[in-house]
């Protein structure tokens, strides 16, 4: 079997060599970041995910006596109900999906 020998290489060729081979680390590298940032994303979007279908809730608002539901609305991520204690109107607000109460705001006339 006979041996060829390569000659050393000449020094435009080395660094041209050595330049190529840096291009190609970036190169590498960038496509890595790349990759990792997309799995990333979608990641996220999968472990962040609250569900397609929201879940059925069932909540009891307890009123104090006489009180009465005027109307109810709903008003971006919230529930708006409107409520009459003994002749004075109040405003309750909450959250949709938890229904936890987030405000109440009370009218009262003038004397």
Do not use: C, N
């Not at 081979?21 to 962040?48: H, N, Q």
């Not at 006596?65 to 309750?92: F, H, M, P, Q």
């Amino acid at each position: 079997m006979t041996d060829t020998a390569t000659p050393d290489p000449t020094p435009e060729q080395a660094a041209l060599f050595a330049r190529v081979r840096r291009m190609m680390l970036i190169a590498g590298l960038t496509t890595t970041l790349a990759v990792a940032a997309v799995l990333i994303a979608i990641g996220y979007k999968l472990f962040r995910a609250e569900g397609s279908a929201p879940a059925a809730t069932e909540h009891t608002l307890r009123l104090p006596k006489g009180a009465r539901v005027v109307s109810t609305a709903s008003a971006g991520d919230y529930v708006v109900v409107t409520l009459d204690i003994g002749g004075a109107t109040e405003l309750r607000t909450f959250e949709a999906k938890t229904l936890k109460p987030t405000g109440r705001l009370t009218f009262a006339t003038e004397p």
